[in-house]
């Protein structure tokens, strides 16, 4: 059953849906929302402002603190101190950064960090500045390729920056003497580079050294260079008189080093950074002649040794052509004696030699084989050559060994059996003279000085003996001679008193000697005025005057 009252579907009214209303945000949220998003925008430009973050180790924070060191690059600053806090092994103190964005390409494996406070060293003061601004983190950007965040710090503010244009050399030697790190080096009293390191080689025989030479002194620097110590300073004896030699003030406060090229050199290119050299102890030594040939020989001597040293210099007439080695002691037991024999290289490339006969030079000293160096050194023994000892410095005693010819010595040879071989020599004059005072020391020990002292004692009895009579001679002439001597003294002492008055001016004789030497005068002028009239008038002596005619 149907029900009529209601009405089929189709004729039922279709529903109209209203369209969706927007809900209105009221105003009061809007000022909130705008500073929301303001910050989210100022958080996100920090973020994507910051550099990297690294760490950095150091022995201890003196003078740092955080967020407010800074870390400067050129005295730039490129970031900030964030944290410090000692390391998990309480050996160091971790300083955390963090680098401004545009930095982050200087964070590479060399690269190099130390903190910059004020400090005095024998070179001078540094970092006088942080006194006000307090102490900061100087970085030293490097040259690798290889990225890296963790580094450790320098405690010593390294010498040489990685973009300080010059070359880095190393230099080996037996001591180091009074370097240091940052000590000079010189090229003509110049400053041309600073030590930037140095280590003691394994077994400690020797020291490797690590200097920079700045541009553009490191173009001086070619395989023919000698290097050499500058510290302190260098006095020398000769017979131009004392001189004194230092590089500059600072070399010998703080050590230095020295170069220059050797004598004739004929090396002129650059050496390649890291090239390696000797350091010799002085001037001297290092600008002494290079010798590719080298002999030697052991010399005995019958005198004392002492003042002469290894690297006494072995002389030939003022030319030095070789040196002393080594010193020791032999014990000769068949003799039961002692030796002392002394080791020295000679360099026969130094002695010229030149051939009469055709008036040629000798082969260069590159072309002596072997042969003609001992035919060289045979033929000046032969003729006389021989070594002896002498004293080089009267102030300090120091002897060297000298070559020369001796015409009285007898003949010898070079003993080439020996290994070194043997080279004849010879007494000098002071050992002579040693020999001459133990001579005349032995003569004077034989001579009978308690008998010489008994007769001697003898004999000063006796001259007592006779000094008392003679005493006792002169007692008895001073109680009789005397008194008469005194007596004919006082008569004399009379006469002389009698004769000087007589003699004075106003004495009778003197007026009668006066009164004599006048009739004499005037008679002379008569007999005069007598002997010019009969010259004139000779007749006068037979006629007589013409008055006494009439």
Known sequence: MTDS???PSHDLPEAIADPPRHSRVPLVWVLPALVVLIGAFVVVQQKLAQGPRIDISFLDADGLEAN????RYKDVEIGDVTDIHVAKDRKTVIVSARLHRDASDYLVEDTRFWVVRPRVTGGGVSGLGTLVSGSYISVDVGRSDKKKHEFTGLEIPPIVTADLPGREFVLHTDDIGSLSVGATVFYRHLAAGQVVAYSLDRGGASVTIKIFVNNPFDAFVTGSTRFWQASGIDMSIDSEGVKLRTESLS??????????????????ASAAPDTEFNLYSDRDR????????VRTFIMYFGGSLRGLSVGAPVDLRGITIGEVKSLSVEYESDAGTLRFPVEVDIFPQRIRGHSRRNDRPAPAPDDRSETSSRELVDSLVAHGMRAELKTGNLLTGQKYVALDFHDEVKPDHVGWDAHPAVFPTTSGALDEIQDSIGSIAKKLDKVPFDK??????ATMATLDDTLK??????????????????????EAQGA???ARSVLSQDGPLQNDLSATLLQLARAAKSV?????????????????KPGDAR
């Open 68 to 71: 407010k060191t800074k870390l």
């Open 286 to 293: 290092a600008m002494r002649q290079t010798n590719s040939e």
């Open 469 to 490: 009579t003679a005493n006792r001679l002169l007692g008895q002439v001073d109680g009789t001679i005397a008194p008469e001597i005194t007596a004919t003294l006082q």
């Open 496 to 498: 002389m008193k009698n």
């Open 251 to 268: 070399s010998l406060l703080e050590g230095g080093i020295a170069f220059q090229l050797a004598p004739n050199a004929t090396s002129t």
């Open 5 to 7: 009252s209601i009405p």
């Open 452 to 457: 010489i002292s008994a007769r001697l004692v």
């Open 528 to 544: 005069s005025a007598l002997v010019d009239y009969l010259e004139r008038h000779p007749e006068s002596l037979l006629r007589g």
